[in-house]
């Protein structure tokens, strides 16, 4: 009988590395060494050799790295910080819970990801900082952003909560990694992302030393030498139980990459040619590790589709249904419906098909059997 199809099938996964994965979180209780243990720089030195990046600083989620990311650049209120209004609330969040200034900009219709032309229209005197969302496993095209921000002295910040092992091809054919290319980059370690956890957990990925310094600071309650807080700080921090995951994990991260994309160009393969249905795109200058596989329905009732396909067993998710700026909490008179018609159009349009490592091929085939028929609903 065929396997239950979700979204994510994080218990197949874990069946097939249990015994590793036992073992190393048995370490972790035997020894009793649960925050700031060894597995902890186990992990960190394992994930930098990974990444080649001087400093990996993990703390306790994506949102925590992007907010202390943030934090470490010495940024005051008022101060303006461009994001994608296409991405998860967190990469705005932030900016606003800091009492910075988010600006949002359009996307590209093709790759989901920052749109250069609506990035340039934005940025004034008050901007000091660029936040490029990797978006469902694609980088950004980061030729432009590091060009604008070189030429305006910005600082940028990478969300790559969704790319985390994605490589990127500079237009001088120098290879970079995903969250490696700015000043820093943030990760998630949230169990459904692409390297996850059993729980929550997250890192800051930096080649600066200075700044390395300065979010390991922060991320401990402000403190360099114990009970001297010199800034105000957070508390972050990743627990060695998870990092132990990560660690076993991590040895497998390129085979889970590599499934993604096994799984991306098989459905790649059934759904080409439907006029329905517009594949995501590769762009030339990133690879995909398809965080998400994220297809555009045109011309027919997305919502009646996903419901459609829910009542034969197949999930399907809309990430995101509401651009940020057309968001409650993120509204402002600076914003009407229609300045970002491609995220407003996007957002209506998109719709998710389940992406893990574990989908096979009877799997694949009865998802993308299923939509071709009710896409023509
Ligand atoms: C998951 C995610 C985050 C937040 O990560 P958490 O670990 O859930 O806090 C931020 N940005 C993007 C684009 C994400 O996908």
Known sequence: MMRKIQMVDLRTQYEAIRQEVNAEMQEVLDTATYVKGGKVVQFQ???QDYLGVKHVIPVANGTDALQIALMSLGL?????????????????????LLGLKPVMVDVDYDTFTLS????????????????????YGQNAYMDGVLQIAKEYGLYVVEDACQSIGTNYYFADGTIGRSGCMGHIGCTSFFPSKNLGCYGDGGALFTND????AKITAIANHGMSVRYHHDVIGVNSRLDSLQAAVLDVKLKYLDTYLQRRQQAAAYYDAQLAG?????LPARANYSDHTFHQYTVKLIGVDRNKVQQKLAEQDVPAMIYYPIPLH????YYSPRYSQGDFPVAESLAQTVLSLPMHTELDEEQLNYITSRLLEVVHL
């Open 45 to 47: 030195q394992h994930l």
């Open 76 to 96: 005051v209120p008022g101060d303006e910080v461009i994001t994608p209004t296409f991405t998860f609330a967190a990469t705005v969040e932030v900016v606003a």
């Open 116 to 135: 250069m032309e609506s990035l340039r229209k934005s940025i004034t005197p008050k901007t000091k900082a660029i936040i490029p969302v990797h978006l």
């Open 209 to 212: 030393d200075e700044l390395a």
């Open 274 to 278: 439907n006029p329905n249905i517009v």
């Open 326 to 329: 057309m968001q409650k909490a």
